[in-house]
């Protein structure tokens, strides 16, 4: 590894599984101090000291990205023991499926207020630790922010709300001059728990009809490994993309070509 992330302090939320894990892991390789924070305590907990055993500078904290008190904590503390914040991985999110016509009141709030109320505060608390020096925030949104699918509206509508808003955070910072770079990520399918759930909750028929369907629609033919999202973010968290912001990077196996 040749530290091109040496001196960077980054938060990584949700960060004890997939995407997230990849990401920390990743951005710690290439010489960062990284924090991970998650709900799932015990998962987080044990990934961090499995990277610490393997020499990487990693912690972890219990956060709710939902909770504004939670960032506040979170934010506060790991600017008062790095001394900075260089990088925010807005990365929690969750995943149902409920079409339209099934979907709750409550699903829908809960889907929003995870995937992108979270984002807006990860944002928020980050712009707000990072404008005196810079840096970079990169928000995962997703392919299904791109384009729609009759399963997941409420996804749909969380992940194409994060796209718009990074734009705007992005603008926002480049005109106060602030060094902030603003992007996000748009992973296709990529093998990890939240996908596994999703389909799993399906009747099994159903649910093996899905999966034929959908590795039949990837070009690549099929899914992503977390760490092939984890160097796109790795890319956006380093100096390297410093002329980008306001970007979506779509790391998809060819899904959005057609
Ligand atoms: N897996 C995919 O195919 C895929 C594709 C596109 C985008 N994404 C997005 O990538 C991100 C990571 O997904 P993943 O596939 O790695 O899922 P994952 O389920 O493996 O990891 C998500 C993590 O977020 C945590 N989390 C959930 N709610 C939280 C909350 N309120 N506060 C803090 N942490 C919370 C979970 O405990 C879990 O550890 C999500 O935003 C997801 O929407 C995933």
């Not at 600017?79 to 807005?90: E, K, P, T």
């Not at 925030?137 to 392919?143: E, H, L, Q, T």
């Amino acid at each position: 590894m040749s530290g091109r992330m040496k001196g960077k302090v980054v938060v990584v939320t949700g960060g004890a599984s997939g995407i997230g894990l990849a990401s920390a892991e990743a951005c710690a390789a290439e010489g960062a101090v990284v924090v991970i924070t998650d709900v799932n305590a015990a998962l987080g907990d044990a990934e961090s000291k499995r990277m610490v055993a393997a020499g990487l500078a990693v912690e972890f904290r219990h956060h709710d990205v939902t909770s504004e008190a939670d960032w506040r904590r979170v934010v506060d503390d790991v600017v008062q023991r790095h001394g900075h914040l260089d990088v925010v991985v807005n990365n929690a999110g969750i995943a149902v499926i409920a079409p339209v016509e099934q979907e709750t009141l409550e699903g829908w709030r809960r889907t929003q207020a995870v995937n992108m109320e979270g984002v807006f505060l990860g944002t928020r608390e980050a712009i707000r630790a990072m404008k005196a020096r810079g840096g970079s925030i990169v928000n995962i949104s997703s392919i299904e922010g791109l384009v729609g699918d009759p399963l997941i509206p409420a996804y749909n509508a969380s992940k194409g709300g994060v796209r718009l808003f990074t734009k705007s955070a992005a603008l926002e910072c480049a005109q106060r001059g602030y060094g902030i770079r603003v992007n996000s990520v748009h992973p296709g399918y990529v093998g990890t728990p939240l996908v596994a759930n999703a389909i799993g909750a399906l009747p099994a028929e159903q649910a093996a009809v899905l999966q034929q369907d959908l590795l039949g629609r990837i070009p690549l033919g099929r899914l992503a490994e977390p760490r092939e999202v984890a160097q796109c973010v790795l890319f956006l968290a380093s100096d390297e993309s410093s002329y980008v912001t306001g970007a979506e990077l779509v790391v998809d196996g060819g899904y959005t070509a057609r």
